[in-house]
């Protein structure tokens, strides 16, 4: 059981094993050794997903084992992409529109 006190660490360690995944595709990329480059991306980005499971939680009292070994959220690849996912299209879309303000919308276009 995690309990509410523990969130923002687990937040802060998702934060930083993020960061150095980052980090060592950079340095992957660079030496061209794409496939673990890529690799290191795709464990970033689920770190950032596993950190925004974690910020929906916030409210409750704590995760439960089952919860947090759920093939639906903490333990799901595919999952976890998907929320990393959600939390940057959102942002991006909003910088978007802002900065870009006449662009027309996606939905009155044929791509909608």
């Known amino acids: 059981m ?57 409210d409750k009292p704590y995760i439960s084992e089952d919860e947090w070994s759920s093939n639906k959220t903490f333990m799901n690849h595919i999952a976890k992409i998907e929320k990393a996912k959600d939390i940057y299209e959102s942002d991006f879309i909003e910088n978007f529109r802002r900065k870009y303000p006449n662009f027309p919308d996606l939905e009155s276009t044929q791509y909608g």
């Open 2 to 58: 995690i309990h509410k006190d523990e969130y923002v660490e687990g937040i802060k360690r998702c934060e930083i094993n993020a960061f150095l995944s980052v980090g060592d595709a950079a340095i992957l990329h660079e030496k061209e050794e794409y496939r673990n480059a890529y690799f290191f991306g795709i464990i970033a980005l689920e770190e950032i997903g596993k950190a925004g499971f974690i910020i929906e939680k916030i």
